[in-house]
């Protein structure tokens, strides 16, 4: 008797969640909200793509976050299984460590798709040149992107110089010439000028890197994000 009423128990309580959910998506649809969460609905990019293609994909998947229509594609269980032990990513980008800047939701793409490093302050040490290295010429990336974002803490504490506990104060040496290039003291043009100075870094430090994008094989762009209306513009580099 007791297993009997466990068993109705158990039948009634699935019974209502999938009610619930039924009308939870009814809820969304009702108010506009497209229900496209977890879904593969973008066509792949082609192996032959070029990296003008590449830099694209990887823009209107920006503009799909900025409009409010993401797609949130390849983010299924079944995308990551299928991707096994083998994953070829067409974009690779240096992202600061910034908790706001998550750059797989701002470019609205899913495993698989994008070869993420990301380190305060989005500058190119010895150690994330040799991953984009590995993300570019082993991977198979076609764009290469140094991301920065307005009201970078990382640039702001290196403007101001002050004392840091720990090993904070590494980063500075990385940012420094940044601020003597941008000869200015605005925090959002030293951003902008730091992006740049990234982007150099990695086409001259790393012979792989600068060899892929005179073959053409690969394109090294700059970007900041803002947070105000969730743009990333590209720079002039």
Same mark, same amino acid.
């Given at each position: 008797m007791c297993d009997e009423v466990r068993s109705? %128990?158990?039948? $009634?309580?699935?019974?209502l969640l999938k009610i619930a959910g039924v009308a939870g998506a009814g809820a969304l649809a009702g108010a506009g909200i497209p229900n496209t969460l977890y879904a593969d609905e973008l066509p792949p990019l082609p192996s032959d793509a070029t990296p003008d293609q590449a830099l694209q994909t990887l823009m209107a998947g920006n503009k799909r976050f900025m409009a409010g229509k993401v797609t949130s594609p390849n983010r299924t269980l079944a995308r990551l299984q299928a991707l096994g032990e083998k994953q070829a990513p067409y974009a690779s980008v240096l992202g600061c =460590?910034? %908790?706001?800047?998550p750059v797989e939701v701002l470019f609205d793409t899913g495993f698989g798709d994008v070869f993420v490093c990301r380190a305060a302050g989005n500058i190119a040490t010895p150690q994330i040149i040799? $991953?984009?290295e590995y993300g570019t010429i082993v991977l198979g990336s076609k764009v290469l992107m140094v991301l920065g974002h307005v009201a970078c803490g990382a640039v702001s504490a290196t403007l101001k110089g002050d004392p840091v506990p720990g090993q904070i104060g %590494?980063? &500075?040496?990385?940012? &420094?010439p %940044?601020? =003597?290039q941008a000869r200015s003291k605005d925090l959002n043009t030293v951003v902008a000028q730091n992006v740049r100075y990234q982007v150099d870094l990695l086409r001259n430090a790393s012979p792989v890197i600068r060899d892929l994008t005179r073959e053409k094989k690969l394109r090294v762009v700059g970007g900041v994000f803002d947070f105000h209306d969730g743009r990333v513009t590209l720079l002039d580099t």
């Open positions: 109705n %128990s158990e039948i $009634s309580r699935r019974h =460590a910034d %908790s706001r800047v040799g $991953s984009l %590494s980063l &500075y040496p990385y940012i &420094y %940044s601020i =003597a």
